[in-house]
Nanobody, 117 residues
Framework: VQLQASGGGSVQPGGSLRLSCAAS????????MSWHRQTPGKERELVAS???????DYADSVKGRFTISRDNAKNTVYLQMNSLQPEDTAVYYC????????????WGQGTLVTVSS
């Protein structure tokens, strides 16, 4: 499985961005898809996840502002980020983990999101 993330960029506080993560195959039926982020000197943190059964979970810091979704026809998962704040600045990574065989764990390359005035 290969994951290709895109959509990062620079935005002012209060702005929006949509990240995309294109998977190389049809994996959404048996993989948990998620977005994580990391800033220098800190551990990577889970931002949002989406299970094959459509359960969505979010970090407390992004609840109400970020939305994870997917397009099965395009094999793409999205992270819509609204009301962005400087503390959302990070490299964002998408991840796919098999929901049974959890050693099957794949990462896309990071995409940088910078929120600054």
């Amino acid at each position: 499985v290969q994951l290709q993330a895109s959509g990062g960029g620079s935005v002012q506080p209060g702005g929006s961005l949509r990240l995309s993560c294109a998977a190389s195959g049809r994996i959404f039926s048996d993989h948990i898809m998620s977005w994580h982020r990391q800033t220098p000197g800190k551990e990577r943190e889970l931002v949002a996840s989406l299970t094959p059964g459509d359960r969505r979970d979010y970090a407390d810091s992004v609840k109400g502002r970020f939305t994870i979704s997917r397009d099965n026809a395009k094999n793409t998962v999205y992270l819509q980020m609204n009301s962005l704040q400087p503390e959302d600045t990070a490299v964002y990574y998408c991840n796919a983990k098999h929901d049974l065989f959890t050693s099957l764990d794949y990462w896309g390359q990071g995409t940088l999101v910078t929120v600054s005035s």
